[in-house]
């Protein structure tokens, strides 16, 4: 009896293999997502300018600007960070920047907003913040002017 079960999952199996290859198609198996798998998320882009504030400054090559953006969750008002980007050895003033973000971590009810930081030296020197206005795009522009702390 068992010989005669293996030998129909032997036929069946020859079977599905020699239809599979003589129609030329490919076996395509799709799985439904479950709660364990991430679903594709968009990438934002966010961009600004960052400019000295009064007067002009040249920077050093010891001088790093941080940015980050942060988002304050509209029910538990808990703030994260979720993007930040370094500039080292920075152009002259105003600086123009870019930096990406995931879309999927921003709910309707939260507000975002940036933070520069101007490091000279490992020392804080001028901050900037803003608060972001959210478009059918993602957000408007940033623009930052960094003040003395």
Same mark, same amino acid.
């Given at each position: 009896?068992?010989?005669?079960?293996?030998?129909?999952?032997? %036929?069946?199996?020859?079977?599905?293999?020699?239809?599979?290859?003589?129609?030329?198609?490919? @076996? %395509?198996?799709?799985?439904?997502?479950?709660?364990?798998?991430? #679903?594709? #998320?968009?990438?934002?882009?966010?961009?600004?300018?960052? *400019?000295?504030? #009064?007067?002009?400054?040249?920077?050093?090559?010891?001088? @790093?600007?941080?940015?980050?953006?942060?988002?304050?969750?509209?029910?538990?008002?808990? @703030?994260?960070?979720?993007?930040?980007?370094? @500039?080292?050895?920075?152009? *002259?003033?105003? %600086?123009?920047?870019?930096?990406?973000?995931?879309?999927?971590? %921003?709910?309707?009810?939260?507000?975002?907003?940036?933070?520069?930081?101007?490091?000279?030296?490992?020392?804080? *020197?001028?901050?900037?913040?803003?608060?972001?206005?959210?478009?059918?795009?993602?957000?408007?522009?940033?623009?930052? #002017?960094?003040?003395?702390?």
């Amino acid at each position: 009896m068992r010989r005669l079960v293996y030998l129909l999952i032997c %036929i069946l199996v020859a079977f599905c293999l020699a239809s599979c290859a003589t129609s030329g198609n490919a @076996i %395509i198996t799709q799985f439904p997502l479950t709660q364990t798998q991430k #679903s594709v #998320s968009t990438t934002g882009l966010l961009r600004g300018t960052i *400019n000295y504030g #009064s007067g002009y400054y040249f920077p050093t090559s010891d001088d @790093i600007i941080d940015i980050s953006l942060l988002k304050t969750d509209g029910k538990t008002g808990l @703030i994260t960070e979720i993007s930040h980007s370094r @500039i080292r050895r920075p152009p *002259n003033f105003p %600086i123009q920047f870019t930096m990406s973000y995931d879309q999927a971590d %921003i709910a309707e009810d939260d507000t975002c907003t940036v933070i520069v930081t101007l490091l000279v030296g490992d020392v804080i *020197n001028r901050q900037g913040m803003t608060l972001l206005t959210k478009t059918a795009d993602g957000f408007n522009e940033a623009s930052l #002017s960094l003040v003395s702390v």
